[in-house]
């Protein structure tokens, strides 16, 4: 098939895109798509073109492979301007995503019809750039200032009615897409064509509007550049000619799809479209997953019950007895009504959602699940027994999943009759938003059960990294050494406010004293201390003199920081200056950007011990783990990606 064919329905010509996988504007398409507007420019039969894509999507957008490379004729813009001064209408039919160029496109054609479940966006700052064809100039142009600025500042695509209502799509059609656009397009033949978007007016807002969208972008960004830019593209449209705009608007592409903001989000989005295929998987079949028990009805197996619901799946709930039943499905339903809340789901949603899970003590109600989750309390006898009775109770080929943090999995397993059906399955809280799966294989998981595993994680639309046997698996041993590097700059005398602050302009929502405050000190000293009982040589940490003080975090009403009353705001603590006063020497200051990198180049250094032992497989996958479990500024890549450019970046 080639990548651009010409069909004729009557007077009516049907220009189908055939790219796969997802009809992405290489050069070849770009020039195909070119040549179709002459060649049908230059045909007397043809009054209208309908614009439509095969497979499984519209254009979604430029070749994100080309973006390395320099910029190759036609170039979309020029093809965009093409179409929209053809002779005849185009028609963009659109299914499945139109996003970035796609959308572009779209809005060079005189008019755009959509399927309902059709998408359309301005995903590019996603990508670290703006659109480069005509995204935020054509946009305030159809759909007003107010929509464009939040389609391209944000990147996120709405839907096909959704975009009905703004403009920007002119109909939301029903059964098939290609007859319904060729009817569309008879039909339009019929009354006075519309003007291109270029030609059309735009309301042009008042600066008020203008300054407070910057301030609100800058506070979300935390640094990333390309939302701010996006914003001073569309305000650009509506204050300056169609001409200038689109100058305005490439020059500012071009210099970002250059800049390193860009390759850390190109390098991301690449790695998060490997993980949950691994080449070394190829060819193995996953079980099949349709119903899924889970242990442990507390913060984690209700969040996972919750996660499970949300892909489809019906639940058993197994809780220690009816009370706590009762108290595990109660904080199931908190988390959908939470959603119903955000506006996340409605009222019959949530309702659908809690009406396909059941809650039990007896774990007879496990017969005939394909996979079960054990979320129990962190303590090995407790797992072991639990994982003891699953072995009865389950059928032989049902998949056995603990989510442990720290144990050793190795040592859950022991005993059970058939280990090649077990591994662990690390979820993040919570664990029905975050994205990151810990998938942690024993030497004897069958590779069956690894892809049921990266299969469930496609399934609940998870970002799955697989990682060897180690304390803390790869993310939380990061975490620990990172840690320990905050607390090594705070022994030198860098204030603690400091190092929290350095890592907020490096891109973290919060620094890793102020986290550590919200989360509790008390979960990590416990596991300190256990390693001390068992005999470990453990070293004592400031955050163990902190607990030991009965400074927990914020619900003692104080941690690293004082709180006031009902407060969340941290305020600098003088009984923590005097607690951790003998072990700290010397009063350094370092500038917050030399903060930032050493913390960086801790992580960066576990990771590559990490690598070297075989803990994680990939870099990318230690920096989809940082990016997608321990908010690590997306934009930056993560601290392998960093590797050896640390300080240069900023
Ligand atoms: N360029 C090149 N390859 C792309 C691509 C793109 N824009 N979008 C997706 N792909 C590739 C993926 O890498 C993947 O390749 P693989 O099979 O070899 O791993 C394959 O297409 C399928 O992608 P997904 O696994 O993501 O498929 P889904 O069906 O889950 O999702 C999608 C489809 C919603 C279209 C999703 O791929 C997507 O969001 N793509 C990115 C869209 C985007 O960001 N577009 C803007 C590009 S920038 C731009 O257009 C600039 C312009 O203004 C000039
Ligand atoms: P939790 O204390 O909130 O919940 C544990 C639940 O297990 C309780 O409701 C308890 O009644 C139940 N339970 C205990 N023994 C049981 C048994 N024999 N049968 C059935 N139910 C039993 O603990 P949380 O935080 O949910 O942690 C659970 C597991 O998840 C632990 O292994 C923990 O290390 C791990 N984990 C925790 C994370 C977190 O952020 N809290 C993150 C990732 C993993």
Redesign the pocket.
């Known amino acids: 098939m080639p990548i651009v064919s010409i069909a004729r329905e009557g007077d009516i010509a049907v220009v189908t895109i055939d790219n796969p996988p997802v009809n992405a504007l290489s050069q070849a398409l770009r020039q195909a798509l070119l040549e179709a507007a002459e060649t049908l420019d230059a045909d007397p039969d043809v009054r209208a073109a309908v614009l439509l894509c095969a497979g499984r999507t519209f254009i979604a957008g430029a070749d994100v492979t080309e973006f390395g490379k320099p910029p190759q004729p036609p170039h979309l813009p020029d093809v965009i301007a093409r179409i929209e001064a053809a002779a005849k209408p185009w028609v963009a039919a659109i299914h499945g995503s139109a996003l970035g160029g796609g959308l572009e496109v779209a809005l060079g054609c005189r008019f755009r019809v959509a399927v309902a479940d059709a998408s359309v966006g301005l995903p590019e700052v996603t990508l670290g750039i703006v659109p480069g064809a005509g995204g935020t100039v054509r946009t305030p142009r159809l759909a007003g200032a107010v929509a464009a600025v939040e389609l391209a500042t944000t990147g996120k695509p709405v839907r096909a009615p959704k975009a009905r209502d703004i403009g920007l799509v002119d109909a939301v059609v029903r059964g098939d897409l290609r007859a319904a656009a060729i009817a569309f397009a008879r039909e339009a033949l019929g009354k006075p064509l519309p003007g291109p978007a270029s030609r059309r007016a735009v309301e042009v807002p008042d600066p008020a509007f203008w300054t407070g969208q910057e301030a609100a972008i800058a506070k979300r960004a935390r640094g990333e550049i390309a939302p701010l830019k996006a914003l001073a593209c569309v305000r650009h449209a509506v204050e300056a000619p169609f001409d200038d705009a689109m100058v305005f608007e490439r020059e500012t592409f071009l210099a970002l799809r250059g800049s390193a903001q860009a390759a850390a989000l190109r390098y991301v989005f690449f790695a998060e479209r490997a993980a949950p295929r691994p080449a070394h998987l190829a060819g193995v079949a996953p079980l099949p997953v349709r119903r899924a028990g889970v242990?442990?009805?507390?913060?984690?197996?209700a969040g996972i019950a919750a996660a499970l619901r949300d892909a489809g799946l019906p639940v058993t709930l197994?809780?220690?007895d009816e009370e706590?039943v009762a108290?595990?499905l109660a904080t199931v339903g908190a988390i959908f009504e939470g959603a119903v809340k955000r506006g996340r789901l409605t009222d019959a949603q949530a309702a659908d959602r809690m009406a396909g899970i059941s809650g039990t003590a007896d774990h007879a109600a496990l017969a005939d699940v394909d996979l079960v989750i054990e979320?129990?309390?962190?303590e090995i006898g407790?797992?072991r027994?639990?994982f003891a009775q699953l072995a009865t109770t389950c059928r032989p080929d049902a998949v056995l999943a603990t989510?442990?943090?720290?144990?050793d999995p190795r040592a859950i397993a022991v005993g059970l009759p058939n280990p090649g059906r077990f591994i662990g399955l690390?979820?993040?809280?919570p664990a029905n938003i975050m994205k990151l799966l810990e998938i942690v294989p024993v030497p004897e998981t069958a590779p069956e059960t690894l892809a049921t595993g990266f299969a469930l994680a496609r399934s609940l639309g998870k970002v799955p990294v697989q990682a060897g046997i180690c304390e803390g698996f790869i993310g939380n041993r990061i975490l620990k050494r990172y840690r320990a590097g905050a607390e090594a700059l705070v022994r030198r005398g860098v204030a603690i406010a400091a190092i929290d602050a350095a890592m907020r302009d490096f891109g973290f929502a919060m620094g890793p004293f102020e986290a550590q405050d919200l989360g509790g000190l008390d979960i990590a000293f416990l596991q300190r201390e256990g390693a001390r009982a068992a005999g470990r040589d453990t070293p004592e940490t400031l955050g163990d003199i902190l607990v030991r003080a009965g400074r927990k975090g914020q619900k003692t009403g104080g941690g690293w920081y004082d709180y006031a009353p009902g407060e969340r705001k941290p305020l600098p603590s003088v009984t923590v200056a005097e607690l951790i006063a003998p072990a700290v020497a010397g009063g350094e200051t370092l500038p917050r950007a030399a903060i930032a990198d050493y913390l960086v180049a801790e992580m960066a250094a576990e990771g590559a011990a990490i690598l070297a032992e075989g803990i994680a497989r990939r870099p990318e996958d230690i920096d989809l783990v940082e990016i997608h479990g321990y908010g690590f500024p997306r934009w930056r890549g993560g601290p392998m990606h960093l590797r050896g450019a640390v300080g240069t970046q900023r």
Do not use: P, Q
């Open positions: 242990i442990g009805g507390g913060t984690m197996g197994i809780e220690r706590a108290r595990g979320a129990v309390f962190e407790v797992k027994a639990v989510n442990t943090s720290y144990l690390h979820f993040f809280s």
